[in-house]
């Protein structure tokens, strides 16, 4: 059959295929998304079942023979159009990494996945990271294990890391994180040489509906299409796509923290924006997926810290939260809200941290992670190594190991290689918006006026419409004409914050 | 491997299928509740997708040699006990069903019902019939081979209803609505010869927010339970189970007609009570299911109409009824709004009938549809027939196709011999209220109380628990202690009706 079917039919059974396993992820996406916002209480053990019984459906048939066959074959004969070939190419290396894994490895490793998760909860209560240890050693010897199996060039970690950021290296990393320390530090000092903010207005009583109302209305003025996607309240924020027409946000709120819920809805607008531009055309097919997840995280950064922490956004944006808040903020004038939400100060949470203090939390769980698959670590010196890291770095004492060590979900969930990503997407942001910014000088006078769509056009068309057509290091020298220049980080973050703190 | 097995073990292999393929049809389910909940409006063509993909799988499963060989040995063995064996026997008929129906058949069906859904949407949009006729004659043909496929002792028309009611008989049908008509059309006239009831208060304006807060409580009072399910808007009310631990209904408000939500609720929360009452143990098996459309329907009506619709049940709530809506309300007294909420008039939409001409509609489709399937009517003749019976048995004059034989969707999805489940539902409601009336005599006296705790537990223990244990004619034998009598039907409206209309 292989011999005689044309590529383009073939090309058109591997679509098929992989268009039918699509269906399938994304009919499991709705479930998880159900259940993180509608679930009924006791509808969850067989939800968890249903969802399994997807997975392991949608498992065999990529890793199914007939898949296989189709794949090999169009990849041998290396004769189709770009876009096509690319996509089967992504296909295949995704099909020859998950098969470099055994299926009873695999299945070892989700029971012991499931166990860590379940102990990292339970530690998470009792406040005590040796409740979590024995099950993280466990699991740091599989991504070992997985890391080897995988095959790396340099470094174990680099196998690790290239499920979510293809092609990033230990090399690149460690240069990347040491040329930012030593001028993020200095600027750090800077701040810290300086007068405390005041952001207590930040943490009046703020009421969950107006909170709501403005969340939607500034969601709708960034461009999200409420016509290809909704929000909706969870416990944790996320963003989840079932295709580029049904992209679905959550937020949380706290009526006694603004900020929760405000920054929170921007960040995941930004992702969802990405998933929104991708191309329908490519549903199923790598080409209509996120190239990177440091590329997807850029986006929701750029929204999040470039336009919605800037002082042009909340030119246009302030006067109106002024009307919906009027006894929270009514004494409160723009620049000392402009500095609130851009207070920096070193903490012990990173999901709370700053735009400057951020980058530390990333580092620390990278080097330790690097020790951890390298073997110079073992999950029982965590803590410990932990702690001194927070004090070196951010001259802060952890007060215990929630606080701590045992604040990620990440490694529970078996994911090691994910926390450089956070950093890349915030250099990635930086150098985008420059871009951007560069072709279009007026995008201040824009945003000051409301007018976010030249921002929203030009992702568009420089990262959203390619997918996985290109590689996060290509797609950025496409869109900016450079490989990632962190220099556009600390050029912005210098810029933002000598205006704020008057140095 | 089958004659090494125990049949223990081989059971579990065919639970372990079945409930795998449950699993996939409840994923489907809870992507089509999506669909008519939440689904933002662009979503709509990869939504289909997603649910026609997971249909294609679980029927690729359901047809399979694997899960085939496994029953047809534990079929052949007869040797596990009386539930186990029950439950094979059940898949082993249903697999048995789906497969005198080659696939080349299924699709071809498929796509004529998909055609004539279209053509019934467009039909309704130009309110002309002749746009649906075309279409709905292909499928009646369609119907008649599906019939003489799956085969049938007296008449082609039970086959068809097989698949809602399975067992129930043309004879039987016949004979139980020639009992029912002439003493329903006496109760009729009787009726009519009386003073309309006003129940223009009815109609005033409601606002949506009380009617929902009001109609929570109602579902809440009945018993259902919101850990184990939900209730959301759509366009048209309905009940989904996704296990016995997440059942879910929708309502509908109109700000302009009380009734529409209120007892829309009560009938969706009678379907739900039945799916949470569902053995959890059972999960994904026959014995997990309902055992019958009728039965299924039974439940539904008799807690909107012989509890939602009794004087006992608003006793008990109008007051409070009258607090939430004191403008609308407050000059009624309970007699005004107990005649109102029973008030009969032939009319030519059967979804909002009152309980006894209801069952004219539902005689005139049954006619009808005998007809087309035995050959003796086209699908040209429908609305000529259909106005001249609804002259003849109600006295009433169609205006239009709308309001005339374009009104149900049913046929347009392929579906014949469905309606007589609706009144087999009011008869079974009739005759186990009775039946748990004799065995609790103060059970008006629990009502006047709020109190419907003993009906659920009746039902629980008499219907719910045993899912397809029993088939629905043998289930009311054991609740009730005789077969199907719409004597019990005919006490219940005689006795109410006489007290509203005073005859």
């Given at each position: 059959m292989m011999i005689t079917t044309s590529s383009i039919e073939l090309y058109k059974e591997y679509r098929s295929c992989i268009q039918r396993i699509a269906d399938i992820k994304n009919a499991s996406a709705v479930l998880q998304w159900d259940q993180e916002t509608y679930l009924p209480q006791k509808g969850a053990f067989f939800r968890g079942q249903q969802i399994a019984t997807l997975t392991e459906i949608a498992h065999e048939l990529v890793t199914g023979r007939k898949y296989a066959d189709i794949l090999q074959e169009l990849v041998s004969r290396n004769d189709l159009p770009e876009k096509e070939l690319r996509n089967v190419q992504l296909s295949w290396e995704e099909y020859t990494r998950q098969n470099k894994l055994n299926s009873r490895f695999v299945r070892a490793m989700s029971e012991t996945v499931s166990k860590s998760f379940h102990a990292w909860i339970e530690a998470r209560k009792e406040n005590s990271f040796a409740v979590f240890e024995k099950e993280l050693e466990e699991l740091v010897v599989f991504k070992k294990e997985e890391a080897s199996m995988i095959g790396y060039k340099h470094h174990p970690y680099e196998a690790l890391m290239d499920e979510f950021e293809k092609g990033c290296t230990v090399a690149f990393l460690d240069k990347t994180f040491n040329n930012l320390r030593p001028p993020l530090k200095n600027l750090l000092d800077k701040i810290g040489g300086k007068q405390e903010r005041d952001d207590s207005f930040l943490y009046l009583h703020y009421p969950k509906q107006q909170q709501w109302d403005f969340g939607i209305e500034i969601i709708k003025q960034l461009g999200f299409d409420f016509e290809a996607g909704r929000q909706d309240i969870s416990e944790h924020p996320f963003t989840t796509s079932f295709n580029s027409n049904d992209v679905r946000i959550t937020t949380r709120i706290n009526e006694n923290d603004f900020s929760s819920m405000l920054w929170g809805c921007i960040h995941e607008t930004g992702h969802a924006l990405y998933e929104q531009g991708l191309?329908?055309?490519?549903?199923?097919?790598p080409l209509g997926s996120y190239t990177s997840l440091g590329i997807h995280e850029s986006q929701s950064r750029l929204w999040e810290n470039n336009v919605g922490r800037s002082l042009p956004f909340w030119k246009h944006n302030y006067t109106h939260l002024q009307k919906v808040f009027p006894e929270q903020l009514?004494?409160?004038?723009l620049d000392q809200f402009y500095s609130a939400i851009n207070k920096v100060k070193p903490s012990l949470i990173r999901t709370e941290a700053d735009e400057l203090t951020y980058h530390f939390h990333v580092m620390i769980r990278y080097e330790l992670e690097k020790l951890l698959i390298e073997g110079n670590l073992t999950a029982h010196d965590i803590p410990a190594y932990w702690n001194e890291q927070y004090a070196k770095y951010l001259d802060i004492k952890v007060t215990d190991d929630k606080h701590g060590c045992l604040q990620d979900v990440h490694w529970s969930h078996g994911s090691f290689g994910y926390f450089p990503t956070y950093s890349l997407g915030s250099f990635y942001a930086a150098q985008l918006f420059a871009a951007c910014k560069k072709q279009n000088p007026a995008i201040y006078v824009y945003m000051e006026n409301g007018e976010t769509k030249v921002l929203l056009e030009w992702l568009r068309k420089n990262i959203h419409q390619y997918g996985k057509q290109y590689n996060s290091n290509e797609l950025c020298e496409k869109a900016t004409g450079e490989h990632l220049n962190i220099q556009y980080f600390l050029d912005y973050a210098l810029d933002k914050y000598r205006n704020i703190y008057k140095f």
């Open positions: 191309p329908e055309s490519e549903y199923g097919l009514k004494e409160i004038r």
